[in-house]
Nanobody
Framework: VQLVETGGGLVQAGGSLRLSCAASGSIFSTMGWYRQGPGKQRELVAAITFGSRTNYADAVKGRFTISRENAKNTVYLQMNSLKLEDTAVYYC????????????WGQGTQVTVSS
């Protein structure tokens, strides 16, 4: 199984970025995005089930949108109105549909929001 994230980078506060995560090697139930800021623990940003039910952290509600294309095993995170505190390494996560005890992570992509 492989999860490949793209789309991170440097953006000014108030700007937008779109992250993508292409997963391969299995079929996945819940897919999501986590982030880990400097000196902080990894936290859930947003998650989406195979049936497209979504869940968001309070800090990003109304600004971020998670979506997925099941045929492509790809999950997206559209991030708008970015704030300095959104600066973090963002990790893609995917839970195996057939073997739910298996949980996979991407390598992470850096998102830096500048003032």
């Amino acid at each position: 199984v492989q999860l490949v994230e793209t789309g991170g980078g440097l953006v000014q506060a108030g700007g937008s970025l779109r992250l993508s995560c292409a997963a391969s090697g299995s079929i996945f139930s819940t897919m999501g995005w986590y982030r880990q800021g400097p000196g902080k623990q990894r936290e859930l940003v947003a998650a989406i089930t195979f049936g497209s039910r979504t869940n968001y952290a309070d800090a990003v509600k109304g600004r971020f949108t998670i979506s997925r294309e099941n045929a492509k095993n790809t999950v997206y995170l559209q991030m708008n109105s970015l704030k300095l505190e959104d600066t973090a390494v963002y990790y893609c996560n995917a839970r195996d549909l057939i073997s739910p005890s298996l949980n996979y992570w991407g390598q992470g992509t850096q998102v830096t929001v500048s003032s």
